[in-house]
Nanobody
Framework: QVRLVESGGGLEQAGGSPRLSCVAS????????MGWFRQAPGKEREFVAT????????AYTNSVKGRFTISRDNAKNTVYLQMNNLKPEDTAVYYC?????????????????WGQGTQVTVSS
């Protein structure tokens, strides 16, 4: 059974720097692209960051550029999202996703596997 399990969320203060982790199991994800998405209450799920299979290429939505960093450790089947200088508008459920084929994408529909999400709440 394929599983993606996110962790690291919680209640944070504005300016905080938590790190989200996503551990994959049930298949080898080293050849998959990985992505982080988020969904705030009443809003659609949106792209945050993506990384290709090797970790050599990444992309971010404009609102997090310079603040968030996506990385991966294929030996551990884990992808990370380092979040710096958090803002209240970053409050959302954050989802990890895997895309077969290795090429990164900012499109929700391009991903094949999804985690259950981890809540990040940022207080001002």
């Amino acid at each position: 059974q394929v599983r993606l399990v996110e962790s690291g969320g919680g209640l944070e203060q504005a300016g905080g720097s938590p790190r989200l982790s996503c551990v994959a199991s049930g298949r080898t994800f080293s050849s998959d692209a990985m992505g982080w998405f988020r969904q705030a209450p009443g809003k659609e799920r949106e792209f945050v960051a993506t990384i290709n299979w090797s970790g050599s290429s990444a992309a971010y939505t404009n609102s997090v550029k310079g603040r968030f960093t996506i990385s991966r450790d294929n030996a551990k089947n884990t992808v990370y999202l380092q979040m710096n200088n958090l803002k209240p508008e970053d409050t959302a459920v954050y989802y990890c996703a895997a895309r077969q084929g290795g090429l990164r994408s900012d499109y929700v529909g391009a991903y094949d596997y999804w985690g259950q999400g981890t809540q990040v709440t940022v207080s001002s």
